[in-house]
């Protein structure tokens, strides 16, 4: 039907960006949102803010946050359709007692148990608050892209099945195929490893907990893929685990996974490109973290409360060698480009100090 007049038109047009941009006041009287759904959420941020993530730090909550939303929502299979899990459904709280036990999970218990009253405390089901900590967790880490979030996981039916969770000492084929599985190409495998820059490990070498994969395990820098592209000289702890290869840092460990993928023809060049770029990996990584969050999930029945994920701080630093190290350490995997030159800090060479681990007390 033609308008019949221009004023008419332009009428029509301002209602309807209102209706786009208009907030609704939430019922805490402090709070306003996009969708009235979301208001929920911003007690639950403020609480995990203050008493999950210690006043909003980039630190092993954050880190052990951000590690289960990837291993809830990998449970999934395209497939084996509903038998390859439900995804990103909160079963691996729900269902603690089964997927906890699941060799890959190792460790992960510590921050299932810690979440857990968190849950209780809020009306949020647990598919819901793992990938809402670990959106607003990764918020605290300089440099991180402030990520989606998609409110309205239904409870969790069933556990997910075993072995579908990749470990460090699988295969680059392994790996691959099972990230094809649940839907992600190569690439976006590699964006999804950038979480690694915010990570230690506590069972790999379980007489080292807290040892990171970078030197700068607090910040969303592109250390990481810098570090792991490093020839391995020592380990950092009691000598070969499975799944574990050299590390070029004392301090630092390395998984056998990150290594491979790192020197892989397939991997390698995506790899090397995220050493220097930071805009590019932050933003593959929040459009597969985007992916990865609702895997199993109906989007289309979600509401965005993205609106709830805080700014990430700037990052202050630049790509760089760690003191001690330079390109001469690099060894070389992509064919196409050489590694980019970059400054080695000065200094003693540089030794990684742990993430502080936190002990759950049971009471
Ligand atoms: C090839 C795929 C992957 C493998 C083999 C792998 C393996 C591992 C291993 C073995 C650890 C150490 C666990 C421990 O000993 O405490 C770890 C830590 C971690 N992983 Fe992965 N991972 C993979 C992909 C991912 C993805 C896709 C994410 C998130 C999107 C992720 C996030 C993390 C985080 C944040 C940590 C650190 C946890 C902490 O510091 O406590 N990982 N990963």
Request: aromatic share 8%; glycine share 8%; with cysteine.
């Amino acid at each position: 039907m033609a308008f019949k007049t221009l004023a008419a038109l332009v009428a029509l047009v301002g209602i309807a960006n209102a209706a786009i941009t208009r907030k609704v006041a939430c019922s805490d009287g402090k709070n306003v949102a996009t969708n009235a759904a979301c208001c929920s959420l911003f007690a639950i941020r403020d609480d995990i803010q203050t008493n999950l993530f210690d006043g909003a730090q980039c630190g092993e909550e954050v880190h052990e946050s951000l590690r289960l939303t990837f291993h809830d929502a990998i449970g999934f299979s395209l497939s084996k359709g509903a038998a390859g899990g439900g995804g990103a459904d909160g079963s691996l709280i729900t269902f603690s007692d089964t997927e906890t036990a699941f060799h890959a999970n190792g460790g992960i218990d510590d921050i299932v148990e810690v979440q857990k009253p968190f849950i209780a405390a809020h009306n949020i089901t647990a598919g819901d608050f793992i990938q809402f900590a670990g959106a607003v967790g990764v918020a605290n880490c300089p440099g991180a892209p402030r990520l989606e979030f998609m409110f309205g996981r239904p409870a969790a039916k069933a556990p997910a099945p075993d072995l579908t969770i990749p470990e460090p000492f699988d295969s680059v084929d392994s790996i691959l195929s099972r990230f094809r599985d649940a839907g992600f190409n190569t690439a976006e495998v590699v964006a999804l490893l950038a979480s690694h820059t915010v990570a230690a490990a506590d069972t790999v070498d379980p007489t080292i907990p807290g040892t990171p994969f970078d030197s700068t395990p607090s910040l969303f820098d592109t250390q990481f893929f810098i570090e792991t592209q490093l020839a391995g000289t020592s380990f950092p702890g009691n000598g070969s685990n499975q799944g574990e290869v050299e590390s070029p840092l004392r301090g630092e460990i390395r998984l056998q996974s990150d290594s491979e993928l790192a020197r892989d023809s397939r991997t390698a060049c995506l790899w090397q490109n995220f050493a220097t770029q930071q805009t590019q990996m932050a933003a593959a990584f929040k459009e597969a973290m985007a992916k990865l969050a609702v895997l199993g999930q109906n989007r289309r029945e979600m509401v965005d409360c993205s609106e709830l994920i805080p700014t990430p701080p700037k990052l202050t630093t630049t790509p760089h060698f760690p003191a001690g190290v330079g390109i001469a350490d690099v060894q070389q995997a992509c064919e196409a480009t050489p590694f980019p030159t970059l400054p080695s800090d000065p200094g003693p060479v540089t030794s990684v100090a742990p993430v502080c681990v936190f002990v759950q007390i049971s009471t």
